[in-house]
């Protein structure tokens, strides 16, 4: 009899909080093939998607659709918040010219289709809570075959956004114009942040005035160009702290400081911590 394979599904699921700061991109973020659906299990949280902003209570589910700038704010500095996220590339589990994709790809290509918001009195939205529980419990288990049971609950939780999808909006979403323009500027940031750029530099990349490109960045991520880079440089850093044994000032050059010193005093600011802080603290006291 021959054993069974467990496949390496490109999927994540997991319970996360603002208030310990122990989320991963914690500046506005898209996912250029996945979705994301964010239910809200505790406190208050400001959902922003592109330049649309909304509040989600604890009971709240959120969909965010493929290629969408999004972000999640605390209300308020001590409130104390839990999600349960789930990113999944729907084309890896429903193949193209299937029945399955032949229903999807509209609302995954729909660009007025930006979000949606269940709120936690909708019946779709105690049926989706149903169906992250149980993909949160079979990721984890990884028991004989789950993939199947994986893509039925999946499929399950796509039903629901596709009827969502099928219901008349009250204030049916434009098409936003600038919003290429600002994913030119984040896919420009996203490739040189290791260079010494600056604002024009992130401007021209989008053939924008300064004044333009200010504008966008406030609007769409509520940060100046010059802070959401030097956001993206450190989360970069963060990462290459924990999965490398480069030097400090190496990273800090590689990911666009010039200045060990400055370098440090952001990461502090930010993190709380010093980076060997925080590299020993999440590699453990084995590595150094």
């Known amino acids: 009899?021959?054993?069974?394979?467990?496949?390496?599904?490109?999927?994540?699921?997991?319970?996360?909080?603002?208030?310990?700061?122990?989320?991963?991109?914690?500046?506005?973020?898209l996912h250029a093939s996945a979705i994301e659906i964010i239910y809200l299990t505790?406190?208050?949280?400001?959902?922003?998607?592109?330049?649309a902003s909304f509040l989600l209570r604890p009971g709240d589910v959120c969909f965010i659709n493929r290629g969408q700038l999004h972000h999640l704010y605390r209300r308020s500095a001590s409130s104390v918040d839990e999600h349960l996220s789930l990113i999944v590339d729907p084309d890896y589990f429903f193949a193209q010219n299937t029945p399955f994709s032949a229903l999807l790809e509209p609302l995954l290509g729909d660009a007025a289709f930006t979000h949606y918001k269940f709120s936690a009195s909708d019946y779709d939205n105690s049926a989706i809570y149903t169906h992250l529980l149980e993909v949160e419990a079979l990721v984890?288990?990884?028991?004989?075959?789950?993939?199947?049971?994986?893509?039925?609950?999946?499929?399950?939780?796509?039903?629901?956004?596709?009827?969502?999808?099928?219901?008349?909006?009250?204030?049916?979403?434009?098409?936003?114009a600038d919003l290429p323009l600002q994913k030119k500027m984040l896919d420009y940031i996203a490739s040189h942040y290791s260079e010494t750029i600056d604002v024009l530099d992130i401007?021209?990349?989008?053939?924008?005035?300064?004044?333009?490109?200010?504008?966008l960045f406030k609007r769409y991520t509520r940060l100046t160009p010059a802070a959401y880079l030097n956001q993206y440089r450190l989360e970069r850093a963060a990462k290459l702290l924990t999965q490398t044994t480069h030097s400090i000032s190496s990273i800090a050059h590689s990911c666009g400081f010039s200045q060990h010193s400055y370098f440090g005093k952001l990461f502090l600011a930010n993190y709380h911590c010093t980076p060997v802080e925080y590299r020993r603290a999440l590699q453990g006291p084995s590595k150094k």
């Open 1 to 29: 009899m021959q054993s069974s394979n467990t496949v390496n599904l490109p999927i994540y699921i997991a319970r996360e909080s603002l208030y310990t700061e122990a989320v991963r991109d914690n500046i506005p973020h």
């Open 42 to 51: 505790a406190g208050e949280l400001e959902c922003q998607a592109n330049d």
């Open 140 to 176: 984890a288990q990884k028991s004989c075959a789950y993939e199947f049971d994986l893509a039925a609950r999946l499929l399950q939780i796509f039903r629901h956004l596709y009827c969502a999808y099928l219901r008349p909006c009250a204030t049916p979403l434009a098409i936003d």
């Open 203 to 215: 401007a021209k990349s989008a053939n924008l005035s300064k004044s333009k490109c200010f504008r």
